[in-house]
Every structure is written in C-alpha cells, then in structure tokens.
C-alpha cells in the first residue's frame, strides 16, 4: 500500500510515521498544494497573470490551515491539559489536507474535463462532511497521544469554525466550477 493510500485511511500507523519521519515541508506542499489547484480550477492561466484572487485563496488556505492548527493546540494544551509541540500539530494538520487535494483533482478531470457534476459535488460533501474531519482527528490522536473520542472533542470546534470561514470560501471557489 503506497503511502499516499495509507494517509487517506484513518490509520494510526501512518499518523506515526508522519509525526516522528516527516518535516514541515511535505505537510505544507500537501496543504498549500490542495489550494493552489483550486485557484487553478477556478481562475486558470488568468490566475498565473494576474495572481491576486490565486494569492488571496492561497492566503486563505494558509490562514485557515494556520487557524485550525492553532485553536486545535489551544484547545488541547489550555482547555484539556494535554501537552503537544504546536509545530506538531500544524504539521499534522497539514496532512490532513490531503482531502483537499483528491477532490480538487477531481474536479479539475472529472467535473471540468470530462464535464461530469454529479460525482465531484458528492466527493466535496463526503470530504467535508466525512473524510477530511476524520484524518483532523487521526492527527489530533496522534499529536496530543490521546484517545480518537478525546481528539475529537479538540478538533470538532476549530474544524467547524473553519468551515465557516474557510469551507465558505473553498465553496464558492468549488461551487463554481460544479
């Protein structure tokens, strides 16, 4: 199973090796990644020329990603008690963006070349509602070393607030192209 596979699951294995093998780097290609293909989907070559709107949703994406990471350890550390290096849990949650990536891809091939909507708007529901809060709490599990019940105690308010303001953006990047 290639690694990719393995941290689209909610494998605690996987989480493992992210904490203890990996540096920043990947965690901010996957995530700022997912963003950039979005700006692409919605504003394209345009996007390249006049990058201000690619720039503002990279921006978004950061602060977000920023932001969930950020209220996440806040929760923990200051509300719960349980100690984790914030660098831990930003990087975590970096990977759990990949989400993000499987359905932006999808709707660049699917949605966009093969002119197909119904699939990609039941993708982006399943990654919003489903997939991309499991893998927050996979690696909330993982940064704090608590229990997935405990994680998802900590990760449930930052992650909904996050929709509120960053999932409203990803919307109507994503809304346009569906």
């Known amino acids: 199973m290639t690694q990719i596979t393995r941290t689209l699951r909610y494998d605690r294995i996987t989480w493992q090796a992210y904490d203890t093998q990996t540096g920043l780097g990947w965690a ?87 002119r197909i909507s119904g699939p990609p708007f039941l993708l982006a529901v399943f990654v919003g509602l489903m997939w991309m809060p499991a893998l927050l709490v996979a690696a909330t599990s993982q940064a704090f070393g608590i229990e997935r019940r405990r994680a998802l105690a900590v990760a449930l308010v930052p992650y909904l607030i996050w929709v509120l303001v960053v999932g409203r953006s990803l919307y109507t990047q994503i809304g346009h192209l569906l």
């Open 28 to 114: 901010f290609a996957v995530a700022i990644g997912a963003y950039a293909i979005l700006a692409f989907d919605r504003f394209g070559v345009q996007g390249v020329i006049e990058p201000r709107a690619t720039v503002r949703l990279l921006l978004t994406g950061f602060y977000g990603w920023l932001w969930l990471a950020g209220a996440a350890w806040l929760i923990g550390r200051f509300v719960f008690g349980d100690e984790a290096r914030f660098s831990t849990v930003f990087r975590l949650y970096g990977y759990a963006h990949l989400p993000l990536v499987v359905l932006a891809v999808t709707i660049q091939v699917v949605s966009v070349a093969l």
